[in-house]
């Protein structure tokens, strides 16, 4: 190998590992934070000095639709996405959460199976997803896995899902504060939607389960066969942080 055949070989190695190795500020490229995520034991960490989530949440009449992401197929009213799933439309000023002095408002819940965050591997049969944003656009979303055991205020959402290309389902007056387990310790970590497109920044808080019935559970599961949740992304050096509830 020539001298100028060496050079011109190891200067774009060099270069290479510049970028990868994140050298300069502009060719720093930051590690995905995507979410889900499968929480191992070693990234929980303990920190009683972040600020508190204060939930507010009170009585809002829901509207309940089945959430297509395959509008434009002429199957789509019978093929299930893996990306679809049931949602509960929430009024408007019924319900908000506040972290740091941020308000964030409550617009919507919906559902996964199986669960799409896991521990140690291990996923639940549901998992539940409330979605608040900020005046400034942030997103603040409260995860909350769902076992099979004793009939809970969840089994009467999941017991009106609405159809796929058919009307939505109203109802009256719900409680959304019961939908909560009544334990409001929180797991928080930064990750990121888990639907196209995707988008980080999303401030998570995973909360211990609640339970459904059996029945429930598996009448959800018969409606998305294939499941509707999406796998585990890699932490990254993420930790997770334990906030005890408020
Ligand atoms: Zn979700």
Request: hydrophobic fraction near 35%; proline fraction near 7%.
């Amino acid at each position: 190998m020539t001298r100028r055949r060496l050079t011109a070989f190891v200067v774009p190695l060099v270069l290479t590992g510049f970028l990868l190795t994140g050298g300069g500020t502009t060719a720093q490229s930051r590690q995905p934070s995507q979410s889900p995520v499968d929480i191992s034991p070693g990234a929980i960490r303990f920190d009683p000095t972040l600020p508190r989530l204060y939930i507010s949440y009170g009585h809002s009449d829901l509207d309940l639709e089945y959430v297509r992401k395959d509008a434009a197929e002429s199957s789509g009213c019978s093929t299930r996405n893996h990306e679809e799933t049931e949602e509960a439309v929430v009024r408007p000023g019924t319900g908000h959460v506040t972290l740091a002095g941020v308000r964030y408002e409550l617009e919507q819940f919906h559902f996964h199976t199986p669960s799409e965050h896991r521990f140690k591997g291990r996923t639940d049969p549901l998992e539940m997803h409330f979605v608040h944003r900020s005046a400034a656009g942030k997103l603040l979303v409260i995860g909350v896995p769902l076992r099979a055991g004793a009939a809970s205020p969840v089994d009467h959402i999941l017991a009106k899902l609405a159809p796929e290309c058919g009307e939505t389902v109203a109802l009256a007056d719900f409680d959304l504060n019961t939908l909560l387990p009544r334990d409001r310790g929180t797991l928080r970590y930064s990750g990121s939607l888990t639907t196209a497109p995707f988008t980080e920044g999303v401030q998570w808080f995973l909360m211990s389960e609640q339970t459904v019935s059996p029945a429930t559970i598996a009448r959800f599961r018969s409606l998305f066969g294939d499941g509707n949740a999406r796998t585990p992304q890699p932490l990254n050096g993420r930790h997770l942080t334990v906030v005890p509830g408020s």
